[in-house]
């Protein structure tokens, strides 16, 4: 076990760092960020900020010197990166765990091996593979196999042309080419496991997206408990089969009610931000607990939860031009409402600078009024 006043690392320093750095400090513990950007939001509040790039070797052996085990919150980490720092201190999750989650067709192929429930999809080296691929891959998304993120390097493809004009525009990028499935909806299941194979589900999430990018998280989700119960058991399960400690994300297609899954994460999640305001342990501090060999927390919710991302876009209300300050007073006004800003300098469009929590008893309230809330602070609907 590793006591507090000890030092933890964190790879990357964004807000889901940040919030890690939150986490441990109120459980004693110090931080050092590694980030090469000098602004990162977890960096800035970290004890120690190490501003140099993933594969620094000097960077990485005073991180090692400074901390008692390490962690990421960016599944884009090098997994030598990882491997290299494991021969030092424990690294949780550890390298192939995150060498999975970060490329789509190691991924793929995890959930094949293992029997998970997935949408029907091929790997694509090169153009013959597009070629040759199942016919009924079509209209699918060709989607970069490393380096995606918030639906970035992803293309709709109707046919075979598009795919092959699709796949030129990615400069030969290995790629996955996956059926586009008709979505009921969507869920994300986080949890927590611990070193000896404990884990703690938090309540199964329900998710929409704007342009890629995750707009809303509903809690409970409207499913029935039964597909609720089977997310949570699909999500334990990959959990077991990648020997996983830490805090692991399950992202799933819900079609024709049918569970499938898309994509896990290697840390704590965006659809897990409500756990901060609703649950009796968060995601951040199960974090803390798995990587420290701790008990892992409640993972109960005592309220329902509604999440809202705050995107850049909101600064340009008024003027697409210059960036103005939202009403956080307006928003603050509403009851039940906790406001989470990420102190991130610029707020480009699309960019992730906060998110806003409403909890409640009444599930059906909570949504009304954290809907009013979103659309008062400028949000649109498409
Ligand atoms: P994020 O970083 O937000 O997780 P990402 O870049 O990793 O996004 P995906 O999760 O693969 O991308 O896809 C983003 C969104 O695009 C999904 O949440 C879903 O709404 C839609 N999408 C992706 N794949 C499919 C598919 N096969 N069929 C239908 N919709 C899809
Ligand atoms: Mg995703």
């Known amino acids: 076990m590793i006591a507090p006043p000890a030092t933890l690392g964190m790879l990357g320093g964004g807000q889901l760092g940040r919030f890690f750095v939150i986490a441990a400090h109120e459980m004693g513990y110090k931080v050092a960020v590694l980030d090469p950007d000098p602004h990162s939001p977890a960096g800035r509040i970290a004890d120690h900020h190490l501003i140099a790039a993933w594969d620094d070797a000097?960077?990485?052996?005073?991180m090692a010197g400074l901390c008692a085990a390490v962690t990421t919150e960016f599944e884009n980490v090098p997994a030598d990166t990882l491997?290299?720092?494991?021969?030092?201190?424990?690294?949780?999750?550890?390298?192939?765990?995150?060498?999975?989650?970060?490329?789509?067709?190691?991924?793929k192929g995890f959930l094949k091996q293992h029997g998970f429930p997935h949408a029907p999809c091929a790997d694509i080296r090169s153009e013959s593979d597009i070629r040759n691929a199942n016919a009924g891959l079509f209209p699918g998304i060709l989607k970069v196999a490393r380096f995606g993120y918030d639906g970035k390097?992803?293309?709709?493809?109707?046919?075979?042309?598009?795919?092959?004009?699709?796949?030129?525009?990615?400069?030969?990028?290995?790629?996955?080419?996956?059926?586009?499935?008709?979505?009921?909806?969507?869920?994300?299941?986080?949890?927590?496991?611990?070193?000896?194979?404990?884990?703690?589900?938090?309540?199964?999430?329900?998710?929409?997206?704007?342009?890629?990018?995750l707009d809303v998280?509903?809690?409970?989700?409207?499913?029935?408990?039964?597909?609720?119960?089977?997310?949570?058991?699909?999500?334990?399960?990959?959990?077991?089969?990648?020997?996983?400690?830490g805090t692991l994300a399950v992202e799933f297609f819900v079609v024709r009610g049918q569970l499938h899954v898309n994509e896990m994460a290697p840390r704590p999640h965006n659809s897990g931000h409500y756990t901060i305001d609703a649950c009796?342990?968060?995601?951040?501090?199960?974090?803390?607990?798995?990587?420290?060999?701790?008990?892992?927390?409640?993972?109960?919710?005592?309220?329902?939860?509604?999440?809202?991302?705050?995107?850049?876009?909101?600064?340009?209300?008024?003027?697409?031009?210059h960036a103005r300050e939202p009403d956080w007073a307006g928003l603050l006004a509403v009851p039940n409402l906790k406001l989470h800003l990420y102190g991130k300098h610029?707020?480009?469009?699309?960019?992730?600078?906060?998110?806003?929590?409403?909890?409640?008893?009444?599930?059906?309230?909570?949504?009304?009024?954290?809907?009013?809330?979103?659309?008062?602070?400028?949000?649109?609907?498409?």
């Open 58 to 62: 000097d960077a990485l052996d005073r």
């Open 83 to 107: 491997a290299y720092l494991s021969k030092f201190v424990p690294v949780r999750p550890g390298a192939e765990a995150v060498a999975i989650c970060q490329n789509r067709s190691a991924e």
């Open 153 to 213: 390097g992803q293309s709709r493809v109707r046919d075979r042309e598009e795919a092959l004009t699709a796949f030129g525009q990615m400069k030969g990028e290995p790629c996955v080419l996956e059926q586009m499935l008709p979505l009921d909806y969507e869920l994300s299941v986080v949890l927590a496991r611990d070193e000896h194979g404990m884990v703690k589900c938090f309540p199964t999430a329900e998710n929409s997206h704007s342009n890629g990018i």
């Open 217 to 245: 998280s509903i809690v409970p989700a409207r499913a029935s408990g039964c597909l609720r119960g089977n997310a949570e058991e699909i999500a334990e399960g990959i959990a077991q089969k990648m020997g996983y400690v």
């Open 280 to 321: 009796v342990t968060d995601q951040f501090e199960q974090q803390v607990r798995a990587l420290c060999g701790l008990p892992l927390g409640d993972a109960r919710a005592h309220s329902a939860a509604v999440m809202v991302n705050l995107l850049g876009d909101i600064w340009y209300r008024d003027d697409p031009h």
């Open 346 to 382: 610029h707020p480009r469009h699309g960019r992730k600078m906060g998110h806003f929590t409403v909890i409640g008893a009444d599930a059906d309230e909570v949504q009304k009024s954290a809907l009013a809330a979103r659309r008062r602070i400028g949000i649109c609907d498409e």
